[in-house]
């Protein structure tokens, strides 16, 4: 009897270890990676827009004619402040897309304001302004790093819940497992720039 209970915990134990290491725990693994690198995607972002106003005052004390351009900046910075963000957002295209979106209408009115504070010899030597714009810049390296982090991560996640072995854990474990949403390129970046001599 000894003998037999013996051989049925060693049975259960190569069974576990085999089960360890035939990649069980890829998905949720995976599966927290996208989360960490979300989190780090939605910190950036929010440090970038927490520079928007700080950014604009010190424009707008230069550049006042230029109103158009600073609302803009102000409007954008609105609609990615008060985005409601769904906890479904990453496996729920239309939301991803909105948040995507309006973040790019943000660095594309953040571009204008940097372009038309070239026209302003004063602005760009003061010292509130050469800084907010250091930061900005870092923090768009920042974006672009997370992005990237959360692209691979979603990438390696995807991939596991699609391809074998992991599609049968899915099937038979992880059920609610679905399909991450990914940044894409815009439109606009698509197109060759027109260069013109």
């Known amino acids: 009897m000894t003998n037999l209970a013996n051989w049925k915990g060693g049975l259960a134990a190569l069974a576990l270890l085999s089960l360890s290491g035939c990649g069980i725990n890829n998905i949720p693994t995976y599966d ?113 790093v997370a992005r990237k982090d959360y692209i691979e991560s979603v990438q390696r996640y995807n991939t596991e819940i699609r391809t074998f072995p992991g599609r049968i854990w899915r099937a038979i474990m992880y059920s609610d497992a679905e399909v991450k949403e990914n940044f894409t390129v815009a439109e606009s970046a698509k197109e060759a720039p027109k260069v013109k001599f």
């Open 32 to 144: 927290e990676a996208v989360k960490g690198a979300w989190s780090q995607v939605l910190n950036q972002y929010q440090r970038r827009a927490d520079l928007v106003p700080n950014l604009v005052a010190v424009v707008k004390g230069y550049a006042a004619h230029e109103k158009d351009t600073l609302t803009a900046v102000t409007e954008a910075r609105a609609k990615v402040g008060q985005m409601q963000i769904p906890k479904d957002i990453l496996t729920n295209p239309a939301a991803f897309k909105t948040f995507q979106t309006h973040q790019g209408e943000l660095s594309s009115t953040l571009s204008r304001l940097m372009v038309v504070s070239e026209q302003y010899p004063n602005l760009k030597a003061d010292q509130n302004f050469l800084s907010l714009q250091s930061q900005l810049e870092g923090t768009e390296n920042r974006i672009a």
